[in-house]
């Protein structure tokens, strides 16, 4: 009466699943330098937690006595596992079975891990490696027929955004749904050289007149610098260990809150070169990330798409072992102004913030948008907007720290002034509508013209307005609340992140993710 013979059928089917691709398919794709979709997962997780889910799904076809005699396993590999000792829902497609793509594949199998990651409160990761969508045109003859798109699921896609940490990495050629997958996520990975993402890949994009290479037409070094996959890795053991890193500063879900760790860095700890770290001369540049490594808990600066929007500094840290969520000013790009890209990355940064309950501190130098030609076509203001929409309608607790520029629309987005926040002055502040040397021309312009010296004239009024820019005198009228020696901006942002820490509220935000 044992039910052994079944087990036994299982554990063939299982066999006949990882077997994967079949060995040729699996030696070519380790010879591009990729590894199989079964190492990948044992890779990202901790030792010996992965628990799949769908073991044996797949297409098999059997004789007349319903023996089994071959078995095309679904190409993607879904279950639990652990990540730094805390569940979470991985999906990893195998490239070696039809590209990764979608005809190879059970449709209901990708819907079931989303709901899983959603219904569970669970970080979900993705492994993508391939197209994902219907296939390719061959489906047409092999199914007989067509079809009109859709992506069923999708909306669960969309909803876990606002319900649990997601985070995608491309390994390999990503096209289609793949390229969506990666995209409609948290924090998305490319490798160097062996991933690539595209809306259609190079065959496709050749009929109409463009010959590319994978990488020409979407390599990392374009995705990376255009927002569309927030960072690059050397090696898929790098990309996995960017993914475990970032998971580390969330919660499982938005129902719970960010843990604090012990960093055993001192609050106190006082690094004495800040007081000298911002130039006298306006017009010279310094080195923020120094400036953000020396105030955060040592070692827990994780930056996040370092190669677009550069005016703008992203990433997580700890303060005191709490997590926060860190922007800052890049002066090496554009001087700090804002530009469209630097836009959109702060709407993406502070949605991010917002939906995981993470507190923000803003170390703030911002001559103001980005002005020329180039800005406008770019629409700019347009994108600037939107930014200071997503700091307006943020909840989490905020700090700024003004370092120096803090000038006109974009300045003004140094924190929602609406409400109450922390916000702290260096003595290098400098701020106003417009700087002092873009507005004195327009200002001035009849008393310089009537002058008979015009330059004579432009210098003394600069050098009487000069004499009202010190930030003591806008502190005279509290119109900053506090300015404060650099060497203790740790104490104070430690402190801030202590406060802030009982604020934070679970649950799903008052307006949902951005894609």
């Known amino acids: 009466m044992s039910w052994e013979k079944e087990i036994e059928e299982l554990r063939l089917r299982q066999a006949h699943a990882k077997k994967m691709g079949g060995e040729e398919k699996l030696a070519r794709h380790i010879n591009a330098g990729k590894l199989p979709v079964r190492e990948r997962i044992e890779k990202i997780l901790d030792d010996g937690t992965f628990e799949e889910v769908g073991s044996i799904t797949g297409k098999v076809e059997y ?3 319903g023996n089994i005699v071959s078995m095309q396993p679904a190409n993607l590999i879904t279950g639990r596992g652990r990540v730094n000792g805390r569940r979470v829902v991985v999906a990893g497609d195998d490239f070696t079975v039809r590209g990764g ?13 989303e709901n899983m990651a959603g219904s569970l409160h669970l970080p979900l990761i993705r492994l993508v490696d391939g197209t994902g969508g219907g296939g390719s045109v061959k489906t047409i003859e092999t199914e007989g027929r067509t079809y009109v798109p859709e ?16 985070v995608a990495l491309a390994l390999g050629s990503t096209a289609g749904l793949g390229a969506a997958r990666v995209a409609a996520s948290h924090y998305s990975v490319m490798v160097k050289e062996t991933s690539q993402m595209f809306v259609a ?14 990488n020409e037409l979407g390599g990392s070094d374009i995705h990376t610098r255009n927002g569309a996959v927030d960072d690059e890795a050397k090696s898929e053991e790098e990309a996995f260990e960017k993914a475990r890193r970032f998971l580390s500063y969330l919660p499982p879900s938005v129902f719970e809150l960010p843990e604090r760790v012990e960093t055993g860095d001192d609050p106190n700890r006082r690094e004495e070169w800040l007081i000298d770290a911002i130039p006298r001369d306006p017009r010279k540049v310094y080195k923020m990330r120094k400036i953000i490594e020396a105030v955060v808990d040592k070692d827990s600066f994780f930056e996040i798409g370092k190669k677009w929007g550069r005016s703008v500094i992203t990433g997580f840290a700890r303060l005191d072992g709490w997590p926060v969520a860190i922007m800052a000013s890049d002066p090496y790009h554009y001087a700090g102004a804002w530009t469209a890209d ?7 940064f502070v949605d991010l913030a917002q939906t995981f309950h993470l507190p923000v501190a803003h170390l703030a130098d911002i001559p103001g948008f980005l002005v020329g030609r180039q800005a406008e076509e770019e ?12 700091i307006a309608q943020a909840t989490v607790p905020w700090c700024a720290i003004l370092v120096r520029k803090t000038y006109g629309v974009a300045g003004a987005a140094h924190m929602n002034s609406g409400r109450f926040n922390l916000r702290y002055a260096w003595p290098s502040g400098d701020w106003g509508s417009l700087p002092i040397a873009g507005g004195l021309e327009a200002a001035y312009k009849s008393e310089i013209e009537a002058s008979d010296d015009p330059k004579a004239k432009l210098d003394e009024i600069e050098e009487r307005l000069n004499l009202l820019r010190s930030p003591f005198r ?15 901006t740790r104490k104070l942002l430690c402190d801030f992140a202590e406060m802030a820490a009982p604020l934070r509220e679970t649950g799903v935000s008052t307006f949902r993710v951005r894609p």
């Open 63 to 65: 004789d007349a006595d």
């Open 101 to 113: 793509a979608n005809d190879a594949g059970i449709r209901e199998k990708l819907i079931h891990v």
């Open 379 to 390: 629409a700019t203001i347009r994108h600037g907007v939107r930014a200071m929409a997503a």
């Open 201 to 214: 890949g190079p065959p496709v994009v050749a009929r109409t007149g463009e010959n590319l290479t994978k």
């Open 342 to 348: 630097a836009a959109q990355k702060v709407v993406r």
């Open 151 to 166: 992506v069923r699921g999708w909306d669960t896609v969309i909803e876990n955004l606002s319900k649990v940490p997601v």
């Open 474 to 488: 806008t502190a005279e009228r509290f119109m900053i609340e506090e300015i404060v020696d650099p060497r203790d």
